[in-house]
């Protein structure tokens, strides 16, 4: 009788170990799928700071002759009618358009209400071993692979594993690991090694 017990509750162990399994070998696989979602999540959240060469498009509402369009220029300002010169670089666009909707405030105009955007962003560099390295214009989202395409693809003796990048504001490039999730950012320089035979 015990014998005839065990032989049926096993087949009920080894489901109930089976389920289990199978439940935790996905919660690992979320666990570490919303490690990477909140890296990409925290990279899109992030707000971008504007720098040199951004054009952006800044409207005050009810006053088009102080909207239109304007380039941070190599001083990191930008210069609009009525207030003139304004330091942009390093701002998001939402701190941006309280600085400005301040000054107008500041003795200009009664509770102005600003909205900007970025229509142009800096452009990124890429050298290395690429078809056609040079400066290239930057899209929302552009990863390492997505800019070696639009240089021409990498050449036969491209290092396929390792990208060195310089962010903009930094002074030194810094190697990562190139795989399909690998960022560049506006003003980036990227560099595509030689691997050696």
């Known amino acids: 009788m015990k014998f005839l017990r065990l032989l049926l509750l096993a087949p009920a162990i080894a489901a109930a170990l089976l389920v289990t399994a199978c439940q935790s070998s996905p919660t690992a696989q979320r666990t570490a799928g919303d490690a990477t979602v909140s890296r990409a999540q925290t990279q899109a959240t992030t707000a971008y700071a504007l720098g040199t060469g951004d054009k ?26 009525l207030i003139g010169q304004m330091e942009a670089v390093g ?21 102005p209400k600003v909205s900007a955007e970025v229509i142009n962003y800096r452009p990124f560099y890429i050298l290395g071993e690429v078809g056609r390295p040079g400066e290239y214009p930057y899209n ?32 030194e490039e810094v190697a990562f690991q190139l795989n399909t999730n690998t960022v560049v950012k506006p003003g980036d320089t990227v560099r595509i090694g030689e691997r050696i035979f």
């Open 91 to 111: 701002l998001s666009t939402p701190a941006l358009e309280d600085k400005i909707e301040a000054r107008l405030a500041d003795g200009f105009l009664l509770e």
């Open 56 to 81: 952006l498009r800044i409207s005050v509402f009810g006053q088009p002759e102080l909207s239109g369009q304007f380039v941070v220029d190599g001083s990191g300002a930008i210069s609009m009618p």
């Open 140 to 171: 929302s989202g552009l990863t390492v692979l997505n800019a070696v395409a639009a240089a021409g693809g990498f050449t036969y003796r491209a290092n396929k594993k390792v990208v060195f990048i310089k962010g903009a504001d930094s002074s």
